[in-house]
């Protein structure tokens, strides 16, 4: 869709804009060799239980939008409602606040488009059960999915107690 052609745009140049200059951690801190890192997305420093909370989540995206391509594939509809609502808005409460408060502005805003997004996949699998429309959800979702992952990586830190 276009809003998200133009939401990946605005995204990748924010990327580019940061990487031009140097790339920073989210604390403020200059990231070491940063410069010579072909990989220039905005660095977000978590701690290792924190890094898996949120790449695990990554992952359950990817259960999720496999259940649902298969389900679109044999007009089963009840299985793309029932996967779409596990990574639904109730699911975005599984990351924690003190985990969630770390993060940026931009990455908690696409994050919760993400979650909105598969609100709406199961609310209309449910009720209007419209392949045309459920993909067109799709190409919405991965539109998130491609801006957040041009924008931003994750560090993985010490935990807290080991610096
Ligand atoms: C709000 C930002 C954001 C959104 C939205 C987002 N991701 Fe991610 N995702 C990340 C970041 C950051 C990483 C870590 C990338 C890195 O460090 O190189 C990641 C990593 C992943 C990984 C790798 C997981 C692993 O175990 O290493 C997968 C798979 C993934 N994302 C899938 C998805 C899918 C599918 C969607 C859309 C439904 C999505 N992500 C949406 C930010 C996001």
């Known amino acids: 869709m276009r809003i998200n052609g133009k939401l990946v745009g605005i995204c990748?140049?924010?990327a580019v804009g940061v990487g031009?200059?140097?790339?920073w951690a989210a604390g403020g801190e200059?990231?070491?060799?940063?410069?010579?890192?072909?990989?220039?997305?905005?660095?977000?420093?978590?701690?290792?239980?924190?890094?898996h909370m949120v790449l695990e989540e990554m992952?359950?995206?990817?259960?999720?939008?496999?259940?649902?391509a298969?389900?679109?594939a044999r007009d089963d509809f009840e299985q793309v409602a029932t996967a779409a609502r596990t990574m639904?808005?109730?699911?975005?409460n599984e990351i924690p606040p003190r985990v969630v408060n770390k993060l940026p502005e931009t990455f908690k805003q696409l994050a919760g488009?993400?979650?909105?997004?598969?609100?709406?996949?199961?609310?209309d699998a449910g009720s209007m059960a419209d392949t045309q429309l459920a993909l067109e959800q799709l190409g919405d979702l991965y539109?998130?999915?491609?801006?957040?992952?041009?924008?931003y990586q994750i560090e993985k830190i010490p935990f807290p107690d080991e610096k």
Do not use: W
């Not at 031009?20 to 790339?23: F, G, L, R």
């Open 12 to 14: 990748l140049m924010g």
């Open 20 to 23: 031009a200059i140097t790339a």
């Open 30 to 51: 200059p990231v070491p060799n940063q410069l010579k890192d072909p990989d220039q997305r905005i660095v977000l420093q978590l701690p290792p239980d924190e890094r």
């Open 59 to 68: 992952r359950n995206f990817v259960v999720a939008i496999q259940e649902i």
């Open 70 to 72: 298969d389900g679109l």
């Open 88 to 92: 639904g808005s109730g699911a975005a």
């Open 113 to 123: 488009k993400v979650h909105t997004t598969y609100d709406a996949i199961a609310l």
């Open 143 to 151: 539109g998130y999915c491609v801006a957040c992952h041009a924008t």
